[in-house]
């Protein structure tokens, strides 16, 4: 069964300081993998994308890395800001229409 | 910038009653999805369009819905007789291309928030 599972459920942060969230997955056929960061009651907005060849991926202070192997991703955000407070989601495409199976998330509080 | 939009933001209805809710997608992209969220579970993949036809469906997405594309620009999922478990928020998104290149984004629009009662 396809699933990509999250950890940890939640965290919190105060600002300034760096995190890292972690992503496993078992989707199959994989297509690519997706961070996407959603706020309460928002669509999910795209930060990364990377297919089985990239290894890591970076946005401003948003970096992503895939372990393709392993089938492991992560999501590595420095010096947190009050505004990156959201779900941030791990999101596996499978598929040529790019299907995407959504993890539960991680909940991030940054607090000042 | 573009974006997808969605009407209505918040639809109430009764158990039984049909419902519609629209969407307008990015101007230029030719794929087309909808997802719903039970509040607090995960987001979950419903139904994927293109060329005027349903290319993949989840089995969330039973004979009680369809989707259609009456225009050039509206993009719209109908539930034929709504059930309580059938409240959530549903994502309407859309991608220029698809495949396995990483240039593929699909972009979500902001929600609708069905509620039956």
């Known amino acids: 069964k396809n699933q990509v599972e999250q950890s940890p459920q939640s965290l919190i942060i105060l600002e300034g300081k760096n995190c890292t969230l972690q992503?496993?997955?078992?989707?199959?056929?994989?297509?690519?993998l997706r961070w996407y960061k959603q706020d309460t009651g928002r669509g999910p907005v795209s930060l990364t994308i990377?297919?089985?060849?990239?290894n890591t991926k970076s946005n401003g202070r948003y970096t992503a890395t895939l372990d393709a192997d392993t089938k492991q991703s992560s999501l590595h955000i420095t010096a947190s800001q009050l505004s990156d407070s959201a779900s941030y989601i791990c999101?596996?495409?499978?598929?040529?229409?790019?299907?995407?199976?959504f993890g539960a998330g991680t909940r991030l509080a940054v607090h000042p | 910038e573009p974006e997808v939009t969605q009407t209505p933001s918040h639809q109430v209805t009764q158990m039984g009653q049909e419902v519609i809710l629209r969407c307008v997608p990015i101007s230029n992209h030719l794929y087309f999805y909808w997802y719903r969220q039970i509040l607090g579970q995960k987001v979950e993949f419903l139904v994927s369009f293109y060329n005027n036809e349903i290319s993949e469906k989840s089995e969330i997405f039973d004979d009680q819905f369809s989707v259609e594309r009456p225009d050039g620009s509206n993009f719209t999922l109908k539930i034929r007789s709504t059930k309580l478990e059938d409240s959530a928020m549903y994502f309407c998104?859309?991608?220029?291309?698809?495949?396995?290149?990483?240039?593929?984004?699909?972009?979500f629009g902001p929600g609708t928030r069905l509620t039956v009662t």
């Open positions: 992503c496993n997955y078992t989707v199959s056929p994989f297509s690519n």
């Open positions: 999101v596996v495409s499978s598929g040529g229409y790019n299907k995407l199976i």
């Open positions: 998104a859309s991608s220029e291309m698809s495949g396995h290149s990483s240039s593929y984004e699909q972009y």
């Open positions: 990377m297919t089985f060849s990239e």
